[in-house]
């Protein structure tokens, strides 16, 4: 199993910045597929970016253009920069990998993101 957990979250005012941390461990394959999700309430668990252990990165478009995630393959460790925030962005952030062989996921317990006006 694989065990995921998320830091970096906390409160923040519109427009600025937050940087999120996932470190990976357990049974972590190089080339699983790295990601974040979040979930607002009331709200299904919504995709936010991904990236491959090669770094090929995708985005929601609700978020392209002000996150960025990468990821450190010698420390099993994604990343999520977020820029320009807006109180829509408001979540918890869950971290993720995902198995390619079997499509299966696990995931971190989240983290809470505030975006205040």
């Known amino acids: 199993q694989v065990q995921l957990v998320e830091s970096g979250g906390g409160w923040v005012q519109t427009g600025g910045s937050l940087r999120l941390s996932c470190a990976a461990s357990?049974?972590?394959?190089?080339?699983?597929?790295m990601g974040w999700y979040r979930q607002a309430p009331g709200k299904q668990r919504e995709l936010v970016a991904t990236?491959?252990?090669?770094?090929?990165?995708r985005y929601a478009d609700s978020v392209s253009g002000r996150f960025t995630i990468t990821r450190d393959n010698r420390k099993n460790t994604v990343y999520l920069e977020m820029s320009s925030l807006k109180p829509e962005d408001t979540a918890v952030y869950y971290c993720?990998?995902?198995?390619?062989?079997?499509?299966?996921?696990?995931w971190g317990q989240g983290t809470q993101v505030t975006v205040s006006s």
């Open positions: 357990g049974n972590i394959y190089s080339n699983d597929i």
């Open positions: 993720s990998t995902r198995r390619l062989q079997t499509a299966t996921y696990s």
């Open positions: 990236i491959t252990s090669g770094g090929t990165a």
